[in-house]
Structure formats: C-alpha cells, structure tokens
C-alpha cells in the first residue's frame, strides 16, 4: 500500500461522506487507505460505517471508547495501526482540501525529506478559513512562539502548527511521542531533527459541523510547548504561576470586602490547591495516571499535603508581615515561589508514581542485599 490517510474525527458525522468522496477522487489510480479513528459521541462512527461499506477503497474506522490525549493521540493510534509507511495527517472538516494530497506525494517522491508540511504561511498559501481576524491573530502568534522556541528544529517549517502533513512513519520514533491536544505535527517535529518540504494550501471555511478550537486547547498548547522545550517541570510550573496569580486575585479581594488578611489568605488557597490538582491531573501529569492509582487517592495525597504546606506557608507569610512589614500579597508571593520545588518533587514522586516502581523501590533493599541489579525511575 502506497499511502495511509489518518483521519481523527470528534463528531463530524455531515463531512464524512463528502471528504471521502474528495479523497477518493484526488488518489484515484493510487493504493491506499482511509483510517478514521474517531472520539465521537454522536452518530458519526455510524456514518462512517455506512460510507465505508459504500467505497470501492479501503475505510477502515477505529472508535475509541475511551479517548487518550485528543486529537494528538488519535493520529498516533492511527500511525500505529497504519498498513503504509507514508501517513498522510487531515482533518475532518475539509479545511484541509483533499486536492492538495497529490501533490504532498509527489513532494515526499523527491526522497530528501521526512515530512512534507501543507502550509498557509508560504507564497501561494492562505489561512483565509479562520474564523475571524482574532483566531487568526492568535495563529500567526502561536506559530511565531513555537519557532522561536526551537529555531533549529523548525528552520524550514513555516506552518509547524498545521494539522495537514505527510510523514515517513519510519523517520518517526512512535514510542517517544507524548501528545497533547491539537498539535501533534509540533510533538513530531520538536522530537527530533526532521527533514522537511512544504507546499502552500488554502485552507478553506469548514463544510459543516462547528470548530473545536477553545479556551481550553489553547491552555494545552502552552502546556504542550512548555513540555516539549522544557521538560515536565515547566509545564508545573505554568501550571503553577496560574493557581498563583489566582490565589493572589482571591485573597487581594477578599481583602477589599473587609476580610481578615490571613483568613483570606487560607481561603484563597484552598481553591487554588484544587484547582491546580485538576489542571496537574489533565495536563501535567496525565500521562502518568494510568500507573499510578486512583484519582481519589491521589487528590487524598496531594490536597494533604499542599494544606500541610500551606500551615507552614501562611504563619511564614504573617511573619514577613507583621515583623518585616513586607505587604501581605506580596509576602503571599514570595512564599509561593518558595514552595513551588517541594510541591514539584512531591507530585513527581510521590502523587504520581507508578505502583509498580513504588512495589520495586520496596523490594529494592533485599535486591541490593543479594547483590542485584537495581532500578533508576
């Protein structure tokens, strides 16, 4: 088989029928297939089903029940399951036109490239399907951010933001991808150092259905980036800055209702240490879930942990008040900044850390006593 179309779908059951009449048309007399794997919680693998049956190429659909890291891990699972070498990465909304795939194939036929990357921001390529002068605002800047973060890796890539790209599946080390929401071409490129052509495309207005872009993808773009450029530590630590700017906003306005500096300041955390647990558990640590046991247990752990962090906090926060006449939000600063390696290093270790390690570094003092090897998490 000559190509492997992966397409992940969430509830685009009305452009279904339509995107593979499309790519039909543009690889006829080309060996390939159509992967859909699909996170739907509508109709749409039903869909999906029905146009396969009607195809005179290979559709195949793989529906996970239970979706891991979105969109990211979606086309992992469908490079994983993939019969060709050659992926070719679209969505489902055909923004990405079908029409340009013959010649993202003849650009990987040259054979000096890795990825060919369909771009909007190279002559002859445009983004004119955003919606709106704010998204594609927030596009062009996104895409100026993640360059100048790895500006070797993605010299030559003008668009490593897209989601319409053909790989080389072995030229991809599968097992040492960690997706994160919308951005696996970045994941794939910033991994290691990929040859790379590109051709311009219009991407065009959706066909049907409503965007998935939000608040919220945004939120794990930064994280995904943080994570790639840094290592997980700054992705806590963005995490971090979040919970603290919003502790500081809850306290300095309960302050202004008249409420007792110290009082608002355990109030204040509170929230906050929920709020970030959540924001650890889906962002930051959301790989090491599975592993690591129940989410009551580690909410148990880590709200006991972060209060006992906060007893010692807050009567060091009134110290530098009431004694260094520091003000009190920020002194409430500056003992967060304080706490932030500790809270870290306990997460890391402790929270999530996999059962089975942990059943290892218990075992592990009879091992060295028999003079065995030992394990290094």
Known sequence: MELSVIVPTF??????????????AA?????????????????????????????????????????????????LEGFQAARARWCLVMDGDLQHPPEDIPRMVDRAARGDVDVVVASRYIAGGTSGGLAGATRTAVSRASTALTKSMFPRKLHGCSDPMTGF??????????????????????????RRQMRVGEIPFAFATRFAGESKASFRQGIRFLTQLAMLRFGRMSAFA?????????????MWGLIRLGMEYVVAAIIASEITIIANFLLLEYLVFADMRAESGRMRSRFIKSFT??????????????????????????????????????????????VYAPKRMAAVAAAEPAVAQAGGRTLES
């Open 11 to 24: 509830n685009e059951g009305p452009n279904v029928a339509e995107l593979v009449r499309r790519i039909g």
């Open 27 to 75: 690889l006829a007399g080309t060996d390939f297939e159509i992967v859909f794997v699909d996170d739907s919680t509508d109709e749409t693998p039903d869909v999906i089903a029905q146009v396969a049956d009607a195809a005179d190429f290979s559709v195949r659909l793989i529906h996970r029940d239970a979706p891991d890291a979105g969109l990211g891990g979606a086309v």
């Open 165 to 190: 790209f053909l790989v080389d599946r072995d030229a991809v080390e599968l097992d040492q991808l960690r997706p994160r929401g919308f951005k696996i071409l970045l994941e794939i490129l910033a």
């Open 238 to 250: 963005l995490v971090g800055g979040v919970g603290a700017i919003a502790n500081l906003i809850i």
């Open 305 to 350: 942990f972060n209060n006992i962090e906060a007893l010692v906090r807050i009567p060091v926060m009134s110290v530098l008040v009431e004694s260094a006449h520091v003000p009190s939000v920020l002194a409430a600063a500056l003992t967060l900044l304080a706490a932030f390696v500790v809270r870290f290093v306990f997460h890391a270790l402790v």
